[in-house]
Every structure is written in C-alpha cells, then in structure tokens.
C-alpha cells in the first residue's frame, strides 16, 4: 500500500502543478456554466431520522453503482449526531451571565476608569464564554467507525456528500487500512468517490458542489506541493492520531495534505479514466504513482 510520503513526492513535481491549474481552469468554467435552480430536491436541512435514511439510501445506491458493488454486500448503519440547542434555557442564561460579565469589565475599564478591574472582569468573561461555546460546539465531524456512518444535521446535499465519503470508507476498509502512514489514500480515495459522483450526475447543484470541492482541494494541494518544492517538511505537526484509531487534523498544513490525497487520484483519473477508484478497491494502486504493476502492501 502507498504511504503518505511516498504519494507526497510522486505528487510533487512542477508538471503536475501546471497539471492541476488546468483542471481547476477548466473545473471552474464548468462551475460557472452550470445552472444555479436544480430540477429536484437536495435543498433543505435534514431535521428527520426518516429522511436522513433516506439520504442514506440514496448516497449508498450512488456509490455501490459508480464502483459496481452488490447491493446487498454492505449495509451501513447511520447515527446523527445531536447538534447545538440554541434553545436550550441553560445555554441562553450561561451565555447571557459570560455575556454580561464581558460587557460589564469592558464598561468598567472604558467609562468608570477602572481598567485592572475591568480588564480581569472582561477576560475571565471571555474565557468563560470561549470555553463554555467550545464545549457546547464539540460536535462529532462526519466519520465512519465499525459499520456506522456517523452524521451531523445539515442540508440534504452536504449530508448526501458526507453519507457518501463515509460509506466509500466503509467499502474501502479492507483495501485501504486507516492509519497515519495511509491518511492520504484513505480520505483521498473517499474524496474522489463522493466528488466524482457528484460532479457527474444530473443535478446542476450537486455538480456545482461537487465542483467546488474538488477545486479546494485541488488548491489546497498545490499550496502543499509548492512547500514541497521549496523544501519544506509538509508533514511536521500535520496530523495526531486521536481515539479509536481517528485521525485528527492538528495544523492548517493537514489541509493542504488531504487535498493531495484528494489530487493523487484526481491527476491518475485525468490520465487512466475512473476505473482507478475500482483498482483500488481491489487493492491495486498502481496507477496513482505511474507504475505499471500492483503496489505490495
């Protein structure tokens, strides 16, 4: 299996920077053609289980189509995790109180000449009300983890792009093992599924979405690769590997990795067509780097 160094110094390379303008040129025009109204759905936020399950459904069949999978050889459980409740009485009054003592330290110190009073009201507020919305905001990003697909509420066509990100996981996981050597082949290849879906199907704004993504990525990754070039170590303090194995994402520059994950399958699709996605799932990542036999694990 291919590492995150080995596809960083395969990816790095001045041609395909110039490689990767001409895609996000020619993505952007397309972006720009594209007709803003859609003719159905994936517009409003999920609020059911029911049909959130649906969407699930929906991005599943997508995948299992795209990359010729039996329907019947995976089912996904989905779990959506709860969201802030801003109507929540204790939420508003603590907020209100960290608010309060804010606003009064600032009063203290700007009206009443009292400014080491007031500046210790105003930062203890602050860091109050910093903690207490930090606590409160610590939701679960979409992930997959034994069989479930892990989802926050969120309108039907993000939710549909995470659903399918996810389930390429789920599908993926005995070709490509989740682990900080293989980071970059593991999101880059869910990526490309979800993006490669979306940008060709009927729906004028899930190709929009598709496209945008693509093209942050792609962007990201030209950011990493220029690094790269300049001689920079674009995996120091990048990623940590938190709980149950998860990868977490501790520096900006971790950002400009997963967009050559992203990129490393985009540039070899470009090239070789997107049966690359299927030889990957068969194990055989050959294609991404220019070899002409199967990588060995």
Known sequence: MIGNRRIIENIATEENLK??????KRDLSEYNQAESPWPWGYGGKIRKKEDAADILKKGKALVDDF???NPEDNKPKL???????????????????????????ITLGACFSQPMIGGLMAGIGLLKLATF?????KIKNPHYENGTIFCTKAREKKMLFDIMHEYSHMVSEQSIHRNMNTWLLYEGFAEGVSIHIGKNNPCSKLRKTALSRGIRMMDNAMHGIKKR???????EDAVSQGENGQIKVVENT???????????FRLAEERHGSEIYRDALKGDFSLLIGCHV???S
């Open 19 to 24: 490689r990767l303008e001409e895609i996000i």
């Open 67 to 69: 990359l010729m999978l």
């Open 79 to 105: 779990e959506i995790c709860k969201s802030l409740d801003l109507k929540a009485a204790g939420l508003y009054s603590s907020l209100v109180s960290n608010g309060l003592m804010l606003g009064g330290g």
């Open 133 to 137: 919305i930090a606590i409160k905001l």
């Open 229 to 235: 070039l300049e001689g920079k170590d674009i995996f």
């Open 254 to 264: 971790a950002f400009a990795m997963l967009g050559c994950g992203y990129s490393i």
């Open 294 to 296: 199967p990588c060995p």
